[in-house]
């Protein structure tokens, strides 16, 4: 499956929303709302590389929120860039990475 045909099944399963990564939280598209790291669970984790260039990679992770009522997705090339996030985000971010 490619990177657009899951995001499109994520999205009739529900996930509707798509989540900026910011230092502390997840900001939803319209910024109006912030979910910040323990208030968000991460579903599923896909894992995309590229074919050509290993580097070319990208994760896409499915995300709720019980306590903002919303479920959506966050797309990430080439791995978490750790220089602009706290470690709690960071932590939650790895959860099923392991």
């Not at 099944?9 to 709302?33: A, P």
Request: charged content about 30%; proline content about 1%; some cysteine.
């Amino acid at each position: 499956d490619t990177l657009s045909e899951v995001m499109n099944v994520l999205r009739e399963r529900g996930y509707t929303e798509d989540f900026n990564l910011e230092e502390n939280c997840l900001s939803c598209r319209d910024g109006e709302c912030k979910v910040s790291a323990g208030e968000f669970v991460i579903d599923k984790v896909y894992r995309f590389e590229g074919e050509s260039n290993p580097d070319d990679e990208a994760s896409l992770y499915a995300i709720s929120s019980a306590k903002h009522d919303v479920k959506g997705i966050l797309v990430n090339g080439g791995g978490i860039y750790t220089d602009n996030i706290t470690d709690a985000m960071l932590e939650c971010l790895q959860i099923k990475r392991k």
